[in-house]
């Protein structure tokens, strides 16, 4: 069974740096095909992909927000670390990441994780 | 304005089909067969409907249906029931520079 579980700051004042950690089990992200994505969701708005890293370190970013995230993972720890530089109140959204494979999809998804940016 | 479009809300009454569209572009829905849907209720995480256009991940309900034409693709629910009342979302692969993008996403209203 697959599962994700986000983690990170709640509150970040702007400016600052934000970094997220996506913590998975059921898989591995050494494995052929495999992929693992932020997606996030400002309130009451709509879904907006950002950064998706493959089991090859092959690593593909929004191209409006490329200059401010890195998307990172540590295969020893089934993580990956997504940091969003110089965030403003309007990255105040809920943080998802997901599974991805070859059919270009996220198949599952974490439970969210809320960041507030607001000083 | 989000990269595809669909139409921000529909409904229909129980046991009824509805069909929600998602129009894109050659960039993207026009030329990748790479297009899922996801359902969201208020306050969850979205769940995959959809992948590939027309494929069902495996234990979902066949009342839903996936398709494309040309740069729009569409999720069809047949016999609506109550729990499908949500929002739902396309999303396509768009190539090696925008990678992947989302649609604005149609509140499904179960009458």
């Known amino acids: 069974q697959i599962t994700l579980t986000e983690s990170g700051p709640t509150l970040v004042k702007p400016t600052q740096t934000l970094t997220l950690t996506c913590t998975f089990s059921?898989?591995?992200?050494?494995?052929?095909?495999?992929?693992v994505g932020w997606i996030r969701q400002p309130p009451g708005k709509v879904l907006e992909w950002l950064a998706l890293i493959y089991w090859d370190d092959d690593k593909r970013y929004s191209p409006s927000l490329k200059s401010r995230l890195t998307i990172t993972k540590d295969t020893s720890k089934n993580q990956v670390v997504l940091t969003m530089t110089n965030v403003d109140p309007v990255d105040t959204a809920t943080y998802y990441c997901?599974?991805?494979?070859?059919?270009?999809?996220?198949?599952?998804w974490g439970q969210g994780t809320m960041v507030t940016v607001s000083s | 304005q989000s990269a595809l479009t669909q139409p921000a809300s529909v409904s229909g009454s129980p046991g009824q089909s509805i069909t929600i569209s998602c129009t894109g572009s050659s960039s993207d829905v026009g030329t990748y067969n790479l297009v899922s849907w996801y359902q969201q209720h208020p306050g969850k995480a979205p769940k995959l409907m959809i992948y590939e256009v027309s494929k069902r991940p495996s234990g979902l309900s066949n009342h839903f249906s996936g398709s494309k034409s040309g740069n729009t693709a569409s999720l069809t629910i047949s016999g609506l029931q109550a729990e499908d009342e949500a929002d739902y979302y396309c999303c396509s692969y768009a190539g090696n520079n925008a990678n992947w993008v989302f649609g604005g996403g149609t509140k499904l209203t179960v009458l």
């Open positions: 059921g898989f591995s992200l050494s494995t052929g095909g495999v992929g």
């Open positions: 997901g599974h991805s494979t070859t059919n270009y999809a996220f198949d599952i």
